[in-house]
């Protein structure tokens, strides 16, 4: 335990060369009827983009990727569908999309929340092919406004025991240092569990999202 307290303290050390700069960014929601406020910040990945609103204690995050028809990010103002968010940008939803002559391009909304801590439990949530909407509009004044309402499928994953038991200090070390990074930078360092350790439980639910409202500074 003596360990474990050191390395907490030091990761709080070296945590502020990462110090999280304040921005005009603004997101708002209703998750299930609770309300959620974060400043979310904007990612890129060669031609991919998205944008991430990031809180902790528990670690959130709900993140939003927008795509035109070519597999490239999108900002232009228009009607994107919202699609699968496990699979997005596959040929059968862009040609949905692209054949209707309605949308801009594609959506899809990942929210993951931690229900368990240090990162050993998470609830999440991904858009479904549901023939949802997501509004943007790019005025030109540098900012990127969207709208948003969706019905998520909730999934519930639990950090396999194989993960906890060989990973040891080093995996313990690792997720405080990744919870660290995001409180201090407002990005989502690690905190997706698909891939990462975790086991998809049976449990499913629904969660709701109304009201969705987000300000971006265009990068």
């Given at each position: 335990?003596k360990t474990v307290s050191f390395l ?212």
């Amino acid at each position: 335990m003596k360990t474990v307290s050191f390395l907490v303290s030091l990761l709080f050390v070296t945590a502020s060369s990462f110090a999280q700069v304040s921005n005009e960014n603004t997101m708002s929601v209703m998750i299930n009827g609770t309300e959620y406020k974060t400043q979310p910040r904007q990612i890129k990945i060669g031609n991919y983009a998205y944008f991430t609103g990031n809180a902790t204690k528990p670690d959130k995050m709900l993140r939003i990727w927008l795509g035109d028809f070519y597999g490239r990010s999108a900002v232009e103002s228009g009607t994107y569908l919202i699609v699968n968010a496990d699979k997005p940008d596959t040929k059968a939803n862009i040609k949905k999309a692209q054949e209707s002559g309605n949308y801009k391009g594609i959506a899809a909304i990942r929210y993951v929340e931690e229900i368990k801590t240090p990162r050993m439990e998470y609830h999440m949530g991904e858009s479904q092919n549901n023939d949802e909407t997501l509004e943007v509009k790019n005025n030109g004044d540098g900012f990127v406004e969207i709208t948003f309402n969706s019905k998520l499928e909730g999934t519930y994953w639990k950090e396999k025991a194989t993960a906890t038991a060989f990973g040891g200090l080093g995996r313990l070390r690792d997720k405080v240092e990744n919870k660290i990074i995001t409180q201090a930078t407002g990005f989502d360092s690690n905190i997706d569990p698909e891939g990462n350790g975790y086991k998809k439980q049976e449990k499913k639910d629904e969660i709701v999202l109304t009201n969705g409202k987000m300000r971006m500074k265009n990068n």
